[in-house]
């Protein structure tokens, strides 16, 4: 029982077990490899599409950082390749219709692999395309910005909406803390903001099942503490890309998403810091902006939410409080990382802060502690105190 709690993380692959949650999960991944010099592993693990195609996916960044690479290692040893790099300049490639049809129209029938070389966006939209397709992936990891690399949902947008379907769970995972290492401080800084994130969607995970009576697993519950607690004790050291902590900071990122492929949900990894993120985001394309990063917004939500549990202190279940430091402590942690600290600091204006508070709830159908404020009819006097002490 349990046995998860025992193993490495490059050992999880293939895993099957019994859960003192009463489930029996298994993490379906056939790959992963997350160590210096990883990329060596890729030919062995795309072995078994040798006969077909492979089509490799990457944008500039990514094409230089580990692309190239990636290809030179592919084709000297006789895979059949085609390429779809996207030139996106200086912008934010946006895992939308577009950037979605654009793989789709590359992925012939004589396709039967596609490698995606990045980060969040081509990950997601890597995931999404091959889920509908029946496709397996492998993504070549270039950046520790997110925890989506081992998860089965794709966040992408829709008509301008974002939202998670459900997708696949990729095939293979390669982590080369060689290139991930490199990758640009405000991704590193994201990747830090989300595992921060974890904070308030445990806290959020424990309210919702002794409120709501939703289903929740404590074994995935220790497996994100643990790695938590590991990454937290070296962020000091990330910004000068320890590899240690940048190893540390990768290997959270991934054990969140292997806890969200064990259950096939993503409550160990997003609660209600998450739906004010998406709020932002959806409320900057709508604009024509580009968004933060997703992980820098997660992080700035996460003391913010951490006010809300601390508002509704007085009302919360046993046990549940505990689980959320106050938020000044959660501030100084990001700025342990030389993350950003505020809303306010990123760039997200009062008004569109102050209605993301009222209406983040809606965002997805998932029980948080702004359901349970709106529940007991606090929300707004909640979200105005918060938006006063932020912003005035
Ligand atoms: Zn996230
Ligand atoms: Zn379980």
Known sequence: MNEILNLSINEMPGLTFQCSCGKEHSFSLSGMSIRPGAIADLPQMAAPFKAGTI?????????????????????????????????????????????????????????????????????????????????????????????????????????????????????????DTDFIKTAPQDLIQAGFGDVVGKI????????????NGDYKCDTCITMVERALEKCFSTAALLKDRDPEAIEALFEALTITGVAMALVNISRPASGAEHMLSHFWEMDYIARGLDPNHHGIQVGVATPVIARFFEE?????????????????????????????????????????????????????????????????????????????????
Not at 84 to 98: A, M, N, Q, T, V
Not at 346 to 374: C, H, N, W
Request: glycine share 8%; net charge negative; aromatic share 8%.
């Open 55 to 175: 089509l490799m996916v990457f944008d500039n960044n990514t094409y230089r950082v580990a692309g190239r690479q990636a290809v030179e290692l592919m084709a000297e040893n006789g895979f059949k390749l085609k390429e779809l790099l996207f030139d996106c300049g200086d912008s934010i490639l946006i895992p939308d219709e577009k950037t979605l049809g654009r793989i789709l129209q590359e992925a012939t029938p004589d396709v039967e692999l596609i490698i995606a070389v990045g980060s969040g966006v081509l990950n997601d939209s890597v995931k999404f395309v091959t889920a509908r397709m029946k496709l397996p992936y492998i993504i070549v990891a270039t950046a520790p910005s997110m925890d989506g690399y081992v998860s089965d949902g794709a966040p992408i947008i829709s008509n301008g909406y974002k939202y998670s379907p459900q997708a696949h769970l990729a095939y293979g995972l390669i982590g």
């Open 200 to 211: 308030t969607a445990i806290a959020d995970w424990d309210l919702s099942k002794k409120v």
């Open 312 to 392: 509704m202190a007085d009302l919360l279940p046993e046990g549940t409080a505990k689980l959320c430091p106050h938020h000044t402590e959660i501030e100084k942690l990001l700025a342990t990382a030389g993350a950003p600290t505020s809303p306010k600091e990123i760039g997200i204006d009062r008004e569109l802060f102050r209605q993301s508070l009222l209406q983040g709830y809606t965002v997805r159908p998932r029980y948080s502690i702004m359901q349970y404020a709106k529940d007991q009819g606090r929300l707004e006097m909640i979200a105005e105190k918060i938006t006063a002490d932020i912003y005035d």
